[in-house]
């Protein structure tokens, strides 16, 4: 039974998200991955589905997002798409597929948008990236950035810290937030930064920013669906609020069902022809 319940029953689309900006209304952002996470999702009434490259992480164990592909993207958007009907789906669009050079970064889009039907792509970056964004809005591919703790930038980084702590890179921060408004981007993922700094950006633009690790002065906020709800049990950083242990509600079901077969306990005459 949802505990909660969507006053406005209809589909979620960038111009409904600036609006909820505007109302001063919070966006609640989630990720997922596949159908039947989806499905619950949507239908408790989540605003944003991020299929995020976080998949590379949760679903196929890497120690980055840097190896997911684009065919892997497309397959969990894809996926999650057919279990969404309210909520706005946005596909990250994964490391190396957009970086190289503008055309590059549309033929990725458009391999997303066509083949997934994802409603929206993500992409990490400010000003480094900005042609390839720019080409991507101008093919009617709506684009939401990612600024501050960029993981696809891992390597560059060295530590996954809370970033823009010092003057000049929270000064560029503020730039390329203005700068991804300016290109036409629809909204701006703000993570792992000071909530200070987060409230100065989402003050300072017109589109909304959700954050993670970046305080409640963001427009809405996201969380990767395997943290929050306990799967991922090893993973708990300050900024994470655990929702539920589903972690530990799957090992008690797995070995109680392990023991009832081990027992002859299952099934039993009810459960069989
Ligand atoms: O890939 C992802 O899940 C993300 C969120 C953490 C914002 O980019």
């Known amino acids: 039974m949802s ?30 991955y596949d159908y039947s996470m989806a499905k619950l999702i949507d239908e408790a009434g989540m605003d944003v589905i991020l299929v995020g490259d976080s998949a590379s992480n949760v679903m196929a164990g890497n120690m980055t997002t840097l190896p997911i592909t ?46 997934s039907h994802a409603e929206a792509v993500k992409m990490e970056g400010g000003a480094e990236i900005i042609e390839s964004i720019e080409r991507i809005l101008s093919a009617g591919i709506p684009v939401m950035g990612h600024l501050g703790l960029t993981p696809q930038s891992i390597n560059k980084f060295g530590t996954y810290n809370v970033r823009a702590r010092e003057e000049a890179e929270a000064e560029k921060l503020i730039h390329d937030a203005k700068l991804l408004e300016e290109a036409g981007c629809f909204a ?4 792992k930064i000071p909530a200070e700094l987060a409230v100065k950006v989402s003050e300072s633009l017109s589109i909304p920013t959700i954050g993670i690790g970046a305080g409640a002065g963001c427009d809405g906020q996201v969380l990767v669906m395997h943290d929050m709800l306990g799967i ?36 039993n005459e009810s459960e069989q022809y």
């Open 3 to 32: 505990t909660y319940t969507v006053e406005d029953p209809r589909k979620v689309t960038t111009r409904r998200l600036a609006e909820m900006k505007a109302k001063g209304e919070k966006i609640a952002m989630l990720t997922a």
């Open 70 to 115: 684009l065919d892997q993207m497309i397959y969990h958007a894809k996926s999650v798409i057919k279990g969404t009907s309210r909520a706005l789906v946005v596909c990250d669009m994964p490391f190396g597929t957009y970086q190289g050079n503008p055309i590059e970064a549309l033929a990725s889009a458009v391999r997303i948008m066509k083949e």
């Open 188 to 191: 701006v993922v703000l993570e």
């Open 232 to 267: 991922n049990k090893g993973f708990s950083p300050r900024f994470l609020r655990r929702y539920a242990d589903l972690g530990t509600v799957i090992e008690d079901a797995v070995g109680n069902y392990i023991k009832d077969v081990k027992n002859s306990d299952f099934p």
